[in-house]
């Protein structure tokens, strides 16, 4: 049995706990990705956009008073960290969420946001009061 003088060397006066179950490092390298894709407030503006359906670029530039090619931009980011899925039809590009887990981290982000501020819910059935 150990004494508390043995833990404090390797353990700041405290048993030793069982090491935490951690993903692969490229699990969560990908992880990090997608955060930093989704850091930029206008690029999460388009995945909240976009949580409300499908768009092409030319109608979310026009809606957001954006140049066609700042829009691409923002979504190539977002479909190159795996956020978005996209389709051709004709000459036009549409963007959509890539799949529910997207539309649960963009919620769940948002609702965070406004804990302990006056502001709207990313959607139905989130945020504090969606148990109530």
Do not use: W
Not at 5 to 14: I, L, T, V
Not at 33 to 40: V, W
Not at 75 to 102: C, G, I, Q, W
């Amino acid at each position: 049995m150990q004494t508390s003088r043995q833990y404090s060397h390797a353990h700041g006066e405290h048993p030793p706990r069982d090491r935490a179950r951690l993903p692969p490092r490229e699990q969560t390298e990908i992880a990090a990705a997608l955060f930093r894709a989704i850091g930029d407030p206008e690029r999460l503006r388009l995945l909240l956009r976009l949580a409300t359906g499908e768009a092409c670029v030319s109608e979310i530039a026009k809606e957001e008073d954006e140049k066609i090619t700042t829009v691409s931009a923002r979504l190539r980011t977002l479909h190159a960290a795996r956020l978005v899925k996209r389709r051709r039809e004709a000459k036009h590009v549409f963007y959509a969420l890539a799949d529910d887990h997207v539309l649960r981290l963009i919620h769940n982000a948002i609702d965070h946001a406004a804990e302990g501020v006056t502001a709207v819910p990313a959607g139905p059935g989130h945020g504090k009061d969606a148990n109530q």
